[in-house]
């Protein structure tokens, strides 16, 4: 990368700290300001992760000679795809784990009052964890492209 982008990269990550806390500051003082600076911050703070690492997976795209060549063999299609797939597991992952606490507490609550219904809360417990597994196949899938 050239020094602009990122002069211009290091900017953005320093107001993306400095921007949270001024509207933290400037809020009245209530719960609200919380919530409202801790918002920025995860979009700004993340949303330029996403972009430095599109970035620096994109390689060197200075050779725009044939416009197939750049389509199949772009650094920018493969970082892309990198990304996708790490967004496949972790939102499948974080999907799974928010069913699997909810369905196996409930599971453990039925089970407790009424032993007969081991094997049905068993299904649910096994079919939110499956969640996390199609999120994994998907990547793979993904990765299996590129």
Known sequence: MNMLVMGTLMVALILSFILPWGVYLAGERSRGRYKTSLAINVVAFFGLLMLTTVLMFTGNM?????????ATNSGFATGLAYISSALAVGMSGIGGGIA???????????ISEDSSVLGKSLIFVGLSEGVCLYGLVIAFMILGNV
């Open 100 to 110: 699997v606490a909810s369905s196996a507490s409930a599971a453990l609550g039925a």
């Open 62 to 70: 200075t050779a725009y000679a044939e416009a197939e060549e750049v």
